[in-house]
């Protein structure tokens, strides 16, 4: 099994900054780690890709780009993200994701999800 601990969310003003971090652990290491990331969910709406780690190449929604920045630590199987200039339509449930393929021949992708932290964005 592969679990995924964040930490990190909280309430903060708008124009604010916060820093998520998430680590992977258990048998990670049995498989090739093809990305991490993180998804949101606001109240009401589906869950969105925020930010992504796939290989050597990073993607992000349209609507943090610029204001959020994803890192990872390839050698602990980390990836964070941090968050500036905060606007109230970023509250919501921050979800970390690692994406991973089975070795061999099959190479199916398998998907974890850490158990969500809190983001709110307000006065």
């Known amino acids: 099994q592969v679990q995924l601990v964040e930490s990190g969310g909280g309430l903060v003003q708008p124009g604010g900054s916060l820093r998520l971090s998430c680590a992977a652990s258990g048998s990670v290491f049995k498989f090739d780690v093809y990305s991490m990331g993180w998804y949101r969910q606001a109240p009401g709406k589906q869950r969105e890709l925020v930010a992504e780690?796939?290989?050597?190449?990073?993607n992000y929604a349209a609507s943090v780009k610029g204001r959020f920045m994803i890192s990872r630590d390839y050698a602990k199987n980390e990836v964070h993200l941090q968050m500036n200039s905060l606007e109230p339509e970023d509250t919501a449930v921050y979800y970390c994701?690692?994406?991973?393929?089975?070795?061999?021949?099959?190479?199916?992708?398998?998907?974890?999800w850490g158990q969500g932290t809190q983001v709110t964005v307000s006065l």
């Open positions: 994701n690692i994406a991973l393929i089975q070795r061999g021949e099959l190479r199916q992708r398998f998907d974890y």
């Open positions: 780690s796939p290989g050597g190449n990073i």
